[in-house]
């Protein structure tokens, strides 16, 4: 069964210290893995698709890479308004659908 | 509006009522989606229109929930009976040809 796993769930970062999230996919036939940004009470905001192994993408702080089974998002000396949860989906088979993940909730402090 | 317009922003019901969810689209996006999401939870997916293309029912969790696309723009979420396991924030999403979706805020409904 096509599934996508986030980890960690809960991350908390001083400002200024890089980390990065995960997102581990099983998927038959991956049409793109997506990276959305969620503030709270907000619906999704779009950040990134990636389509092929090696790929990478960059937005600002934020630098989003995939393999054959994991994509990453890197954060760069994150900001406090860089705290939200980080959600990441795919799109696989036949179907447009896309199915997302649990999410990551990306604590920055000042 | 710019973006997509979802109503009522909140929505408190009593358990056996029916409910609807109103999801205004981008203008001229083909493509909408309905999602559902629970507390601490990811999105769920319900439901997916494309154009006039049959639409992809297989997120409904039962019966009691439909949907339908007047005239290729807003869609309406439908919850008959509702449960109180029901209870969540039903977010609407629209797009183009590409896969970025644009969300609205969505619609949180309580179940009592």
């Known amino acids: 069964e096509d599934q996508v796993t986030q980890s960690p769930e809960a991350l908390r970062l001083q400002e200024g210290e890089s980390s990065s999230l995960n997102c581990s996919y099983t998927?038959?036939?991956?049409?793109?893995l997506f990276w959305y940004r969620q503030d709270p009470g907000k619906g999704p905001e779009f950040l990134f698709t990636l389509y092929s192994a090696g790929e990478e993408k960059e937005k600002e702080r934020l630098k989003a890479t995939l393999t054959k089974k994991e994509s990453f998002l890197h954060i760069t000396a994150p900001k406090p308004e860089d705290s939200a949860t980080y959600l990441c989906a795919f799109r696989g088979g036949a179907t447009n659908k896309l199915i997302f993940g649990t999410g990551t909730l990306l604590a920055v402090q000042p | 509006g710019a973006g997509v317009s979802q109503s009522p922003s909140n929505k408190v019901t009593e358990k056996g009522k029916d409910v609807e969810l109103r999801c205004d689209p981008i203008?001229?996006?083909?493509?909408l989606y309905w999602y559902r999401q629970s507390l601490g939870q990811g999105l769920e997916f319900l439901i997916y229109f494309q154009g006039n293309s049959a639409p992809d029912k297989s997120g409904l969790p039962s019966d009691r929930f439909s949907a339908e696309r007047t005239g290729g723009s807003v869609s309406t979420l439908t919850i008959q009976r509702t449960q109180q396991e029901d209870s969540a924030v039903y977010l609407c999403?629209?797009?183009?040809?590409?896969?970025?979706?644009?969300f609205g805020e969505g619609s949180r409904l309580t179940v009592l």
């Open positions: 998927v038959s036939g991956l049409r793109g």
């Open positions: 203008s001229g996006h083909t493509a």
């Open positions: 999403a629209s797009s183009l040809v590409s896969p970025e979706l644009f």
